[in-house]
Nanobody
Framework: QVQLIESGGGLVQAGGSLRLACAAS????????MGWFRQAPGKEREFVAG????????NYADSVKGRFAISRDNAKNTVYLQMNSLKPEDTAVYYC?????????????????WGQGTQVTVSS
C-alpha cells in the first residue's frame, strides 16, 4: 500500500501562485508514475499533470500548460505542483495519485492510489 498526503492548498487571488506537495509513504518503491488531478463542484475529476518515476517525462492538460509545473524529489518521496498565474476556473479540490506502472497516464482509471485532496480556491 502507498499512502499519499497532499498539502499546500489555500485561498489565493487571481494571478497568484501556489505550490502543492504530495508526500508518499508506505510501499513507495512500488509506485511509479505520479499525477495531479482536480475536481470542481458538480464536475468530473480531471487530469492536470503527470510525471514519470525518473521525472524525465511529464504531461499536462491543455488548460494548465505554461502555467503549472510538476516535479518530483524521489529522495523525499514527494511530488510537487507549482501553479502560477492562477485563474478562478482553477478552483477545485486537487488530488495526488500514484500508479503501479512507469508510464504517465491522463486517465483516472489507471491510477492505483489516491490522496485525500487539498482545496485550492482562486478569487477574482
Amino acid at each position: 500500500q502507498v499512502q499519499l498526503i497532499e498539502s499546500g492548498g489555500g485561498l489565493v487571488q487571481a494571478g497568484g501562485s501556489l505550490r502543492l506537495a504530495c508526500a508518499a509513504s508506505g510501499r513507495t518503491s512500488s509506485s511509479n508514475a505520479m499525477g495531479w488531478f482536480r475536481q470542481a463542484p458538480g464536475k468530473e475529476r480531471e487530469f492536470v499533470a503527470g510525471i514519470s518515476r525518473d521525472g524525465g517525462n511529464t504531461n499536462y492538460a491543455d488548460s494548465v500548460k505554461g502555467r503549472f509545473a510538476i516535479s518530483r524529489d524521489n529522495a523525499k518521496n514527494t511530488v510537487y505542483l507549482q501553479m502560477n498565474s492562477l485563474k478562478p476556473e482553477d478552483t477545485a479540490v486537487y488530488y495526488c495519485a500514484a500508479r503501479l506502472w512507469s508510464g504517465v497516464s491522463v486517465s483516472v482509471t489507471y491510477y492505483d492510489y489516491w490522496g485525500q485532496g487539498t482545496q485550492v480556491t482562486v478569487s477574482s
